[in-house]
């Protein structure tokens, strides 16, 4: 395969993505600007997702599955294995669901080529519903290094997986894909990677890329609520450790109480039934951060509440 200087890779993972992974590689063809490759990591589908995914690496050369660690373990192995496959110097990752615009590698191409000395590079993506249907873009409120950063650990998603392109040894420096987490995988990477003060661009211009909201299944939520806990747990101390960071103190003790409310809540509003091992797991996360034990204890009365109405 010959590429031109300056192209992109687009690592995407796939698990059972029969019903909407055609849609999504016929748009990744349909781009005005050639200049990319695109690695498919297979999480050990069962459906016909590895048939497509053969059909359109033999009608296009730059599609092709990704020959490192062939037996991934979750969406975040699968995106390391592409990773580490890529040819580019510049890395994207689509999900197996999601498109992009037919001018999307293009104007990437063409804002990478001016700015080349960035970390990762922001476009513009809106969601849609299962059907298609245009609901709402993804917006920034504050562009700042903190305010970036705590809309992230509050959960106020300012970007989402596609929206960047990430300068490919800025990945590798800060460790990739961090493969313990399940759910609110972009989310801790946008976390660590912030954390790290990288040279940043959000880009204003059109919409370039389609993230679909489907309907979490009961696995997911369930992911979702230990990957909540487990933002605490890695990056608290991380950040009000850190010597940088330390200046932002109290906006961040904030922020990470907003993201405890919203671990909590999410449990108590989406779950029918406990869940005894990450109640242990939070109240245990809690302590490790030093929460105050009056704070800790209001927290397990809540937990107590709603166990009893159970």
Known sequence: MLYAPLFISIVMPTYNAEKYLFWTLTSIIAQSNQC??????????????????????????????????????GANACRNAGLSDSLSDYVMF??????????????????????????????????????????????????????????????????????????????????????SYKRLQDVELNIRALFNQPAYLLVEGEIDSYYRLTKLSEEKKLNALYGFTLLLKNHYLRFLTDSYWKKQEDELIESFVILIERNLKFYIDG????????????????RGIS????????????????????
């Open 94 to 179: 689509m999900d197996a669901d999601d498109s992009i615009a037919p001018h999307c590698i293009a104007e990437r191409i063409l804002i990478l080529s001016k700015n080349p000395n960035k970390d990762l590079i922001v476009f513009n993506t809106l969601m849609v519903d299962e059907k298609g249907k245009h609901l709402r873009p993804f917006s920034v409120i504050d562009s700042s290094l903190k305010g970036l950063v705590c809309a992230f650990i509050q959960h106020e998603i300012p970007w989402q997986t596609m929206s960047p392109v990430w300068k490919k040894k800025f990945l590798e420096k800060i460790g990739a894909w961090d493969e």
């Open 36 to 73: 990319w490759e695109c690695i498919l990591v297979d999480d050990g589908s069962t459906d016909d997702t590895l048939k497509i995914s053969r059909y359109f690496s033999k009608i296009d050369s730059r599609i092709r599955l990704s020959s490192v660690r062939p037996n991934c373990k």
């Open 291 to 310: 929460m105050a034990e009056d704070d800790v204890s209001h927290l397990i009365g809540i937990l107590a509440i709603f166990n009893n109405d159970e």
């Open 271 to 286: 779950f029918d039934q406990p869940v005894p091992d990450w109640e242990l797991f939070f109240i245990e996360t809690l």
